[in-house]
């Protein structure tokens, strides 16, 4: 059954360093969606991708994150420099369409900002 | 911010038992769904039931939706240890192509 990969899984690194995170989706996943989940919440979404283009980024803090999916396939996040707030998980899903129904998930890099 | 709210936060039950997980949400929707997630991995897709159904079933569960008092329930029948997890609805807003996930609840079978 395909799935969608994130490496690392864990990743552990000291405020002000950067820090880099990358995803593959299911094959064929035009949908892609980085979300950030702090400990005993839900994810919230960070950026959205339609094929190569950001549809969705309002939530993305831009002086410090960002993110690319330059041939629409695989995906990074990028954070720098790092802050101890920054410490959750980082999930990636895909869809098939953006239509709001059903994504699947990666396992997601733990992060942890000493 | 997140629009939906689930209750209990936590729920703590025996095997065999039924989990009742409800969530309640601010905004129309065009349809919720519900995702389940085991400590420290991500998140396994359940179930969607769109805004114009009303009840939903899959298995062991079974959602239903009340758009007049914008809340839904997920019920597990017959828990199993390997239910073991957090539950999160998450809806869909007419005028966005996102999800909004809730807080989670935190399900716990004892065997």
């Known amino acids: 059954e395909a799935e969608v990969a994130q490496s690392p899984r864990y990743k552990i690194t000291e405020k002000s360093q950067a820090v880099a995170f990358w995803c593959d989706p299911i094959s064929g996943h035009a949908t892609l969606y980085w979300y950030r989940q702090i400990l005993g919440q839900g994810p919230e979404l960070l950026v959205q991708f339609q094929d190569e283009s950001v549809v969705d980024d309002s939530q993305l803090p831009k002086d410090r994150f960002s993110a690319e999916r330059l041939k629409g396939v695989d995906s990074t996040l990028k954070i720098q420099p790092a802050e101890l707030g920054d410490s959750a998980m980082y999930l990636c899903a895909s869809s098939s369409d953006n239509r709001g129904n059903e994504q699947y998930f990666g396992p997601g890099t733990r992060l942890t900002v000493t | 911010s997140q629009q939906g709210e689930e209750d209990p936060q936590a729920l703590s039950i025996q095997e065999g038992e039924n989990a009742t997980m409800n969530c309640s949400y601010k905004?129309?929707?065009?349809?919720l769904q519900w995702y389940r997630q085991n400590s420290g991995r991500g998140l396994v897709h359940l179930i969607l039931i769109r805004s114009n159904e009303r009840e939903k079933h899959s298995g062991r569960l079974r959602v239903t939706l009340d758009t007049s008092k914008k809340s839904s329930s997920l019920l597990i029948t017959a828990s199993r240890a390997a239910d073991t997890a957090s539950y999160f609805c998450?809806?869909?807003?007419?005028?966005?192509?996102?999800?909004?996930f809730g807080a989670g609840t935190i399900l716990r079978v004892k065997s």
């Open positions: 905004t129309s929707i065009n349809n």
């Open positions: 998450a809806t869909d807003p007419p005028d966005g192509n996102k999800l909004v």
